[in-house]
């Protein structure tokens, strides 16, 4: 299957610093890319839909200012908590979509603890 | 509101067991539904349906759709510790490439 790659796998920083997170498509292109969001025991919230060369469609609830999404090339986008908070903490999921079915694809996820 | 359920939500089952892991949907526009695995990361594709009574299988893994009843199974035959993990069902609904999840099937398999 596709492999995608994030970066970095976990991160500790203090709050009100900006964090930035890498999702890239390894083997193929993605003109869309997906960002999620997943809390323990809980399954994966879709935060934002990244456009290739537009800007991103999120979803209800999801502060745009509060995630900054870059989709800045085909098998490139990124996904900055800015100014982080403690409640920010979290797992990170990124996905494309691969091949003429759809089939997305998830990379490894970054986990964020904001102290 | 497209709308995926799964059930059980755990399940705890021994070595050898058969599981059969449930997802029914309720989406408009349905295109495909999709079957992974989440272990400690993020998840990992299992299998893409979209056609009514054609078996997917991989291994000791088989999943089904069937689009007049609005669900799908997922079996895993023989578990494994290793198949330990959580199960999670999603659909292609109204908003073209936007997976909507189900809350996921926890399963332990018992050595």
């Known amino acids: 299957g596709a492999v995608v790659s994030q970066h970095p796998s976990w991160v500790i920083c203090k709050s009100g610093t900006s964090v930035k997170i890498e999702c890239r498509s390894l083997?193929?292109?993605?003109?869309?890319m997906f960002w999620y969001r997943q809390f323990p025991k809980q399954s994966l919230m879709l935060m934002a839909t990244s456009n290739e060369g537009s800007k991103a469609t999120y979803e209800q609830g999801v502060e745009k200012d509060k995630f900054l999404i870059n989709h800045a090339s085909l098998t490139l986008s990124t996904l900055t908590v800015t100014s982080a908070h403690p409640e920010d903490s979290s797992f990170y999921i990124c996905?494309?979509?691969?091949?003429?079915?759809?089939?997305?694809?998830f990379g490894p996820g970054t986990r964020l603890l904001v102290l | 509101e497209d709308k995926v359920v799964q059930s059980p939500l755990s399940l705890v089952v021994h070595e050898g067991d058969t599981v059969t892991l449930n997802c029914s949907y309720e989406v408009t526009n349905f295109r495909s539904l999709l079957w992974y695995k989440q272990e400690k990361k993020a998840p990992t594709f299992l299998f893409m349906l979209t056609s009514s009574g054609i078996e997917k299988k991989s291994g000791r893994l088989s999943s089904i759709l069937d689009k007049k009843e609005l669900f799908s199974i997922l079996n895993i035959t023989a578990t494994q510790t290793g198949d330990s993990a959580i199960y999670l069902c999603a659909v292609y609904g109204e908003y073209g490439n936007k997976l909507v999840f189900g809350a996921g099937t926890i399963l332990r398999v018992k050595s």
């Open positions: 996905s494309a979509i691969a091949g003429g079915e759809g089939t997305q694809y």
């Open positions: 083997d193929f292109q993605a003109t869309t």
